[in-house]
């Protein structure tokens, strides 16, 4: 049986702007080359509908108005494991009216320089890779969840209009679980830049997260450490386990029963 591709719904709208449509379609190609089966949706009332098929909702609606049943809507869908990911005013700056959304989203913008400026963005966690980069935009101050797991950050540019304010550090990149969902925001639309493309379309940079073992497996290994490190301080040689050249009897030995070959596992097997 073939698998469906996973779904992907884009939402976009809100203030003209940034672009909405623009940029939305620039990452409906790259997920649809990734496989993603794209909806793309000019209204909120796309969160009414039924989305427990789709894996993951891109929004870009800046400012604008959400209705309780269209924020009912897409909250359930992320908590019921629906991924949600967007960027700039497309998430932060959208539907300043509802403290249940900035909850989902886990930042709210607050303010910007009049001008662009220009500032270093520094990535960590798995995008550490990327290293620091510069960029020339609008750099946002905002307010974010303190549960929110940065990916990247910034010093703020001081500000004449904000006197006071200083340099805070500021998180540019985020994620965060929101129920059985996880939500991805960036304050800027990286598309232009060259070095982070590769991560937009894969969602990670290409190396490998560090793997997580299970807390039996990190006893196993802290053993079977120590008696490699015993070995080599005796002057003795690991031993090595060799295969047995009968299989079956091997196998009946420590099953101490019958053993018959099942034709299509390939293996024996007790009856």
């Known amino acids: ?6 779904r992907a719904l884009l ?8 672009d909405p449509v623009a940029t ?14 794209v909806t793309t949706s000019s209204t909120l009332d796309a969160y009414l509908d039924d989305l427990s098929g789709v894996d ?5 609606w800046t400012m604008g108005s959400i209705t309780p049943a269209q924020l009912t809507g897409l909250s359930g869908a992320v908590r019921a494991g629906t991924g949600f990911a967007g960027w700039h ?3 932060v700056d959208a539907f300043r009216d509802q403290p249940g959304y900035h909850l989902l989203t886990g930042g709210q913008f607050i303010h910007h320089h009049k001008e662009f400026v220009r500032y270093e963005v ?21 307010h974010a969840d303190p549960g929110n797991e940065v990916l ?8 004449p209009d904000l006197p006071g304010v200083g340099t805070p550090t500021m998180p540019v990149t985020w994620v965060r679980h929101h129920g059985a969902g996880r939500r991805f925001d960036r304050q800027q ?9 590769n991560v937009l379309g894969g969602g990670r940079p290409s190396k490998k997260r560090p793997k997580r073992f299970s807390r039996l497996a990190i006893k196993r290994l802290k053993k079977n450490t120590r008696g490699a490190k015993r070995n080599l301080i005796n002057g003795r040689r690991p031993r090595v386990k060799r295969p047995s050249p009968h299989p079956q009897r091997t196998r009946a030995a420590h099953a101490g029963g019958r053993l018959c070959r099942d034709s299509d596992l390939g293996w024996p097997i007790r009856r």
């Open 1 to 6: 049986m073939t698998a469906l591709p996973p």
């Open 11 to 18: 939402v976009r709208g809100g203030w003209e702007g940034h």
């Open 24 to 37: 939305t379609d620039r990452y409906a190609e790259v997920l649809s080359s990734r496989g993603y089966q």
């Open 56 to 60: 993951l909702i891109v929004q870009c």
């Open 89 to 91: 005013g497309g998430v």
């Open 122 to 142: 520094r990535p960590g966690g798995w995008l550490a890779d990327l290293g620091p980069f510069e960029m020339e935009t609008e750099q946002y101050y905002v």
């Open 152 to 159: 990247a950050e910034t010093s703020f540019v001081e500000d």
């Open 189 to 197: 639309e990286y598309g232009r830049i060259e070095r982070v493309r």
